[in-house]
């Protein structure tokens, strides 16, 4: 029996690696454990680790790396993944895992696989091959690439750059977006019942709302940004939801700002701390436009046709469908994109659009690879730099 872990350490990667998650527990073939770090388990971000325990995943090992008076700063960033290092290294030399599990970018995620490198076991590594170079995430995806060992990249555009990096064709499997899984198999709500959900009421258009901070810049420029980004939806005239930015240096001042505009402009905006994987969806589903910069704009969003409006640089990079209009931010731009997105011209175009990152068969061709991955190779540990030459 092959002993697998999971590791997640924020709400949207989990959501992400739920499907998968749930596949493998159903498997007699393997042994999945979950280990659950990160913001999962700060109540300033909603303490999803119970949306966790909510979904009956049982949660094997926490992992706390941050203080209970969170600070988005370099000083504590860097003290997070050393914590992931400090703390993992202990439960991967106790367990004896086959593989662990990672997905994304984050920066405490290289501080998990530092630890498992270390300990010799080998690394799966989800939405690999990506470019955000708006971000510091982009560092560290391509170096959590060249600690992976497994490789599901969404797209063959981004099997053929890990491939690039260095990483055995033969490893690297593009198997589609987990995403699109949730979305192609969650019952997700109407809008009536998602607004009495989220205890809304209006009749205003809803925008779906998340901005993060662009860390490639100095992190006092995000208030300025997010100012541009709330005005522009005043503007614009619609019912703003919005979702908690995350936990980057520079989350701290988009919050503050954001809870500025919201109590000031209650009428016509609300932020959510965390709304969970089917009310993120549902609201997706139902609203009339979604704006910010967070890769849910370019990966799941076109699975409902929603027209996407993409500020600024952060995903600055990756293969964007045709439901995404990019824009500077800046307010005059925001407001132009907002009503190109809503116009009834953007929209018709949209009509049948199938979203090129995956059929929501994901998790399933992960979990056979998984299966029919033999951990124990060493080439898996003692890898080979695979020459395009």
């Given at each position: ?7 997640t ?9 739920h ?6 527990i ?22 999803t ?13 926490t ?10 700063d ?21 367990e004896g ?5 990672v ?30 170079e ?5 560092k ?12 599901f ?6 099997a ?10 033969k ?7 987990l995403?699109?899984?949730n979305i ?6 109407d ?17 779906a ?6 860390t ?29 930015p ?33 009310k993120?969806?549902s ?55 907002i ?33 029919n991955?033999?951990?124990s ?9 695979y020459?395009?030459?």
């Open positions: 029996m092959k002993k697998i872990a999971v590791i350490s924020t709400r949207a990667e989990y959501g992400l690696l499907p998968l998650i749930r596949k493998l159903q498997e007699s073939e393997i042994a999945v454990q979950v280990l659950v770090s990160g913001t999962h388990l700060l109540a300033k971000f909603g303490k680790i119970d949306y966790i325990i909510r979904d009956g995943v049982t949660v094997d090992y992992i706390p790396i941050y203080d209970d008076e969170f600070v988005s370099e000083v504590h960033a860097a003290a997070a993944v050393a914590k992931a290092v400090e703390l993992s290294s202990s439960i991967f030399a106790k895992y086959d593989a662990i599990v997905l994304g970018d984050r920066y405490e995620i290289i501080g998990f696989c530092m630890a498992a490198a270390i300990c010799r076991i080998p690394i799966i590594h989800i939405h690999g091959g990506e470019i955000t708006g971000a510091i995430d982009d560290i995806r391509h170096a959590v690439t060249k600690l992976s060992s497994i490789h990249p969404s797209i063959q555009e981004y053929d750059r890990i491939i690039q990096m260095g990483e055995a064709k490893y690297v499997y593009p198997v589609g977006a995403g699109i899984d192609m198999n969650m019952q997700l709500l809008k009536k019942s998602l607004l009495e959900e989220l205890e809304i009421k209006t009749d205003m258009p809803l925008a709302v998340t901005y993060h901070p662009v490639s810049e100095r992190p006092e420029l995000a208030v300025d940004e997010i100012r541009q980004v709330m005005n522009a939806l005043l503007e614009t005239g619609v019912y703003s939801i919005i979702t908690m995350n936990s980057d240096v520079g989350g701290d001042n988009i919050y503050k700002e954001i809870m500025n505009y919201v109590s000031s402009h209650g009428e016509c905006m609300t932020l959510k701390k965390s709304l969970g994987q089917m993120y969806l609201l997706l589903k139902n609203a009339d436009v979604m704006v910010g910069n967070s890769s849910s704009g370019i990966l799941e969003s076109a699975s409902f046709q929603l027209p996407t409006v993409n500020i600024g640089n952060r995903q600055k990079g990756r293969m964007a469908p045709k439901n995404v209009i990019h824009c500077l931010c800046k307010k005059e731009d925001i407001v132009q994109a009503k190109t997105g809503m116009s009834l011209e953007f929209r018709k175009t949209l009509n049948g659009y199938v979203n090129p990152y995956g059929d929501g068969h994901a998790a399933e061709r992960m979990v056979e690879i998984i299966k991955t033999d951990f190779d060493s080439a898996l540990i003692c890898k080979k730099f020459d395009i030459r």
